[in-house]
């Protein structure tokens, strides 16, 4: 029963503060760009379209984020005929800079090589402290050293595309933003493009414009290995996302998630009907389910890119990259097939990865909140539903409190049947120097970036 209870997002947006900032510091920009465009027919078209859009959306201007060659508001009502694809003119490496963008004195660039358990430990400890909060600062994401070893060192990972800031003195590591290498499909054709992830900045640096000078860093970086676009997610709408998701949530553990303040029972509800109500069997049901092994690396790697190639935004997979994302690993990442124990044939797939969250509000025993997330399933076998009830045992099974999911691929076909509540936050996804020319419904996005 999703509607008797209410759960809040902690994973889905950055703290509201984000959005203020945004809102205030870029604000006078769009008045001076009005009066630029006095003498200039286009741009004050471009500045009339602009403050329409703000008028009646209240949406904040964007100071970095206008000069950017991403969509922007405002592309579908000037009426243009815009194409999709590149947005920028073609480049070389040879045109971009050698040099690190300017910092602030005393600041200096690095890379974080993250076979360095010392260099590990300072970005864990960066995120521990510094990265994605909800909104009221209950809840900030924890991920473990583990997690990050695997997600930015997937095959053909660069050291220099995980970027840092140190204070030149103490060389504290305040500031990160990395990059990944991904071939990803976008309306039925393919780009070679960098998944940005882990922009986070030591949180008594916030609002000085720090942001603008790391991503800008992150795509010279990327241009001078010849890739000219890249994917990202963030719960603050930047321009323009390309398609807007939502998390559900799926109690697995009703008495914990209330104690915690992540889940309120509605008010005609008891915690003995909730617990009740949230009951799974001990034992997932399909037959022939069993972990994943390296020997089910190519017939996976075969049902997956099969399923994939289905959506209009999805990652295509090498068998290496297979190997490394979708291969069991403690504590990471869980995966399952379901193998026809007459045929071999691997028929089906469940996957999700552990994202714990601390819990920074002090009113609770508990430390951590312990997060699944779905990561890709497939099902072909048994209805997505039957597969997905045991993926919720599974990670019940794993002690997971939560079982995360957005409403991405299929999923909206089992979120209410399987009793997820819907979150309170969205997860824009974006595309850097790509642009689309139609919005692109969750039901065709099939890219988890973790
Ligand atoms: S999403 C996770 C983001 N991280 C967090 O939420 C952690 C906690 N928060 C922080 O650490 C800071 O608040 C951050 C902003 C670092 C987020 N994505 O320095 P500022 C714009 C993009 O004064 P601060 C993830 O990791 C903002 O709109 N831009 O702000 C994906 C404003 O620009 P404009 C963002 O609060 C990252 C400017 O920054 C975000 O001190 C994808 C203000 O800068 C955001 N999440 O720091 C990055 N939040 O005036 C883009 C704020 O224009 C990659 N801003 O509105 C682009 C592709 C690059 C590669 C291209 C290769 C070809």
């Given at each position: 029963m999703p509607e008797e209870s209410e759960t809040r997002s902690a994973e889905a947006s950055p703290s509201a503060k984000n959005d203020a900032s945004a809102t205030s510091s870029s604000a006078p920009r769009g008045g001076e760009r009005e009066n630029e465009g006095a003498a200039d027919v286009g741009s004050l078209l471009d500045a009339l379209v602009r403050q329409r859009l703000s008028d009646a959306t209240r949406m904040p201007t964007h100071e970095f984020w206008e000069t950017q060659p991403v969509g922007q508001f405002g592309d579908d009502v000037r009426g243009e005929a815009l194409k999709e694809g590149p947005i920028d003119a073609p480049k070389t490496p040879t045109e971009v800079s050698e040099e690190g963008g300017a910092l602030p004195p005393g600041y200096e660039w690095?890379?974080?090589?993250?076979?360095?358990?010392?260099?590990?430990?300072e970005v864990y400890e960066l995120l521990t402290n510094n990265y994605v909060e909800d909104d009221d600062a209950m809840f900030r994401f924890q991920y473990s050293q583990e997690f990050l070893k695997w997600a930015l060192r997937p095959p053909g990972y660069h050291v220099d595309w995980h970027v840092g800031v140190r204070l030149k003195v103490t060389k504290t590591l305040v500031a990160f933003i990395t990059g990944v290498p991904a071939k990803v499909q976008v309306n039925g054709r393919e780009i070679e493009l960098a998944e940005i992830n882990f922009l986070c900045i030591h949180k008594k640096l916030r609002s000085k414009r720090i942001a603008p000078t790391l991503i800008k860093e992150i795509t010279?970086?990327?241009?001078?290995?010849?890739?000219?676009?890249?994917?990202?997610?963030a719960g603050v709408v930047l321009p323009k996302p390309i398609s807007r998701a939502r998390y559900w949530h799926r109690s697995l553990d009703i008495r914990k998630l209330v104690e915690i303040g992540f889940t309120r029972l509605g008010r005609d509800n008891s915690m003995s009907r909730a617990v009740q109500a949230y009951k799974l069997s001990p034992k997932p049901k399909s037959e022939g389910l069993r972990h994943m092994t390296k020997d089910d690396v190519p017939k996976v790697a075969a049902l997956l890119s099969k399923y994939l190639s289905k959506f209009a935004v999805a990652p295509i997979l090498s068998e290496a990259e297979v190997e490394h994302l979708l291969l069991p690993r403690e504590d990471v990442v869980y995966s399952y097939v379901v193998e026809d124990e007459k045929t071999k044939k691997i028929t089906d797939f469940i996957s999700f990865y552990n994202l714990p969250s601390q819990i920074i509000h002090g009113n609770t025993k508990h430390k951590t909140l312990k997060a699944a997330y779905s990561y890709y399933n497939v099902a072909t076998?048994?209805?997505?539903v039957e597969l997905m009830e045991d993926a919720l045992i599974l990670a019940k099974c794993n002690d997971f409190d939560v079982f995360n999911a957005l409403d991405l691929m299929e999923n909206n076909t089992f979120l209410r049947e399987l009793k997820f509540g819907i979150g309170d936050g969205n997860l824009h996804y974006y595309l850097y120097n790509w642009r689309v020319t139609h919005d692109i419904e969750p039901s065709q996005v099939a890219l988890v970036l973790t």
């Open positions: 690095c890379s974080c090589d993250l076979t360095c358990e010392k260099t590990q430990e010279r970086r990327v241009n001078l290995r010849d890739v000219w676009q890249a994917a990202y997610t076998s048994v209805p997505l």
